[in-house]
T-cell receptor
Framework: GAGVSQSPSNKVTEKGKDVELRCDPI?????LYWYRQSLGQGLEFLIY????????KSGLPSDRFSAERTGGSVSTLTIQRTQQEDSAVYLC????????????FGSGTRLTVV | LAKTTQPISMDSYEGQEVNITCSHN???????ITWYQQFPSQGPRFIIQ???TKVTNEVASLFIPADRKSSTLSLPRVSLSDTAVYYC???????????FGTGTRLKVLA
């Protein structure tokens, strides 16, 4: 596609429920990243996929968070048993290499846990 | 990854040139300097990247002194639409764990 697409754009969920956030990167981009941005804060790295290599999951805050990337394209970030502190904007980005000339970000999914 | 320091906020008026300086005293030899712009309710957008001296594109210029311990993003003749948060990031080419601080919140006034 022309840009990075994320869905849903907004998600309100009850504490304890599971949620899935979707990212559709730019076609041909081999690298895909997930970041989290809390209100008024910078971006927090979560996970990185590069081609067929094992993902770097070192930024995931707890084992309630997981992500997969199917067929080297679409990625899904799953948060199990959501907590109020999970409320944030979840941003996905992709790049054609390792990020030499910057990432292209999606508009994010605003997650609110009530 | 090198830590960066930039002003929390800046105000400017339409038509003025805006310079945002970022300090990165611990920059490594293979580190590049990259700037992103973020509007409300959007993801950050790549603006410019450089290694040394000066880089210019259609959006901005990036000035990097010889010691590379700081850099300055220059936005010529800003407009209201340039109101955004600007992030300075430092890391090797291909870095994916870029550390995004809180950035500089630029407000352009009419």
């Amino acid at each position: 596609g022309a840009g990075v697409s994320q869905s849903p754009s907004n998600k309100v969920t009850e504490k304890g429920k599971d949620v899935e956030l979707r990212c559709d990167p730019i076609s041909g981009h081999t690298a895909l990243y997930w970041y989290r941005q809390s209100l008024g804060q910078g971006l927090e790295f979560l996970i990185y996929f590069q081609g067929n290599s094992a993902p770097d999951k070192s930024g995931l805050p707890s084992d309630r968070f997981s992500a997969e990337r199917t067929g080297g394209s679409v990625s899904t970030l799953t948060i199990q048993r959501t907590q109020q502190e999970d409320s944030a904007v979840y941003l996905c980005a992709s790049s054609s290499s390792g990020g030499s000339y910057g990432y292209t970000f999606g508009s994010g999914t605003r997650l609110t846990v009530v | 990854l090198a830590k960066t320091t930039q002003p929390i906020s800046m105000d400017s008026y339409e038509g003025q040139e805006v310079n945002i300086t970022c300090s990165h005293n611990n920059i490594a030899t293979n580190d590049y300097i990259t700037w992103y712009q973020q509007f409300p309710s959007q993801g950050p957008r790549f603006i410019i990247q450089g290694y040394k001296t000066k880089v210019t594109n259609e959006v901005a210029s990036l000035f990097i002194p010889a010691d590379r311990k700081s850099s300055t993003l220059s936005l010529p003749r800003v407009s209201l639409s340039d109101t955004a948060v600007y992030y300075c990031l430092v890391g090797p080419s291909g870095t994916y764990k870029y550390i995004f601080g809180t950035g500089t919140r630029l407000k352009v006034l009419a």
